[in-house]
């Protein structure tokens, strides 16, 4: 099945700075790949994701590449807030309704003023 | 975007007895939903897919027969979690595709398990 390896467990970063998260991916049929912002006791909150066809995505302050050779892919959010300050998850499927997502291990962004 | 409603969001029970979450989709049909079972500061890990009409697939190491799934419906599948002990206090997250192709998974708010 597929594997999800997502690095670093932890980040820091001082508020105006940028932050990567790095993600590989075991299956190579994958083709669908979100990122998810969780607070403490909520629910997952889509927050950007990238289709194998798709090189880079972007979204105001949040951007996604994604090396389908590789086969990793990286979250970038630049001008950092406060209120990033969350956990985030990216996840990999093969994509459509009956397919399951599988999360990454989670990385837990901290924004200091 | 899709609605998914999950229900309770908090639930204490002694050791022993069974609890029962419940995962709606409120404005669309889910012929598929996922459980997924969080431990604090760790990641979302599936359990099993449940799909309407059918039974559930369980992921490798979840007993079938302790967390019982029934997805009697388009837009209603629940978790049972039977025989509750302290080590499955976890957050507990049902999720559905919300319709078409596009992949994108939508979350209930999660149930917070507390065996005592």
């Known amino acids: 099945g597929e594997n999800v390896e997502q690095h670093p467990s932890t980040l820091s970063v001082q508020e105006g700075d940028s932050a990567v998260i790095k993600c590989t991916y075991s299956d190579s049929a994958s083709n669908y790949f979100p990122w998810y912002k969780q607070e403490l006791g909520k629910r997952p909150q889509l927050i950007i994701d990238?289709?194998?066809?798709?090189g880079e995505k972007k979204d105001q302050r949040i951007a996604v590449t994604l090396n389908k050779t590789a086969k990793h892919f990286s979250l970038h959010i630049t001008e950092t807030q406060p209120e990033d300050s969350a956990v985030y998850f990216c996840a990999a499927s093969k994509g459509g309704g009956g397919n399951k997502l599988t999360f990454g291990t989670g990385t837990q962004l901290k924004v200091e003023l | 975007g899709a609605v998914v409603s999950q229900h309770p969001s908090r639930v204490i029970c002694k050791s022993g007895t069974s609890v029962k979450i419940e995962c709606r989709s409120l404005d669309f049909q889910a012929t598929t939903m996922f459980w997924y079972r969080q431990f604090p500061k760790q990641s979302l890990m599936l359990m099993a897919t449940?799909?309407?009409?059918?039974?559930?697939?369980?992921e490798q190491g979840v007993e079938k027969d302790k967390f019982l799934i029934n997805h009697a419906s388009l837009t209603l599948s629940t978790l049972t979690v039977t025989s509750a002990h302290p080590e499955d206090s976890s957050f507990y997250i049902c999720?559905?595709?919300?319709?078409?192709?596009?992949?994108?998974?939508?979350f209930g708010e999660g149930s917070r398990l507390t065996v005592l």
């Open positions: 990238i289709r194998s066809n798709v």
């Open positions: 449940s799909n309407e009409g059918s039974k559930a697939t369980y």
């Open positions: 999720s559905a595709y919300g319709g078409g192709n596009t992949g994108e998974l939508f």
